[in-house]
């Protein structure tokens, strides 16, 4: 049996959760991040948005996107970004979005190095709480 507990009440003056975002990349490791979001959003009876970033503004990618969103109840979102952090958090705060959830497998190699991987300078940067989903194949 699953217990619904909110994080907090409106009418208590406090911060409810009524809208959830997820970045997704469209991977395996990602759509675990998504199918995580969806049960919390399904839990908490928020509205769920499934957000894509590029780089380069693809006509083709808002299609599938959508169709994969509406599949999980979910509204799609396709953000431009040079740097998916920077377009996953511009993204929330444009949706005034209350969590945002990201996997927790990101870039990789001297890229990382450099910049720090996407999860962690999203953790830094959101303007509202993060979830870092535990999405490698077989973790908890």
């Known amino acids: 049996m699953r217990i619904r507990r909110p994080l907090s009440r409106d009418r208590d003056g406090g911060d409810a959760v009524r809208r959830i975002l997820v970045a997704t990349d469209r991977s ?12 919390m959003a399904e839990r908490y ?15 083709a990618v808002l299609p599938e ?19 998916p952090s920077d377009g996953i958090c511009r993204a929330a705060a444009q949706e005034k979005v209350d969590v945002l959830v990201v996997g927790n497998v990101g870039m990789s190699g001297r ?21 870092i989903v535990n999405t490698v194949a077989g973790g908890r």
């Open 45 to 59: 009876e928020a509205e769920l948005l499934v957000l894509q970033v590029v780089a380069e503004r693809a006509a």
């Open 111 to 131: 890229r990382e190095f450099l910049l720090g991987n996407v999860p962690n300078r999203v953790s830094h940067n959101a303007p509202c709480t993060v979830v």
């Open 65 to 83: 996107l959508e169709q994969f969103a509406e599949s999980l109840g979910a509204r799609a979102l396709v953000e431009t970004a040079e740097d």
């Open 28 to 39: 395996q490791s990602a759509d675990r991040a998504v199918r995580w979001a969806a049960d």
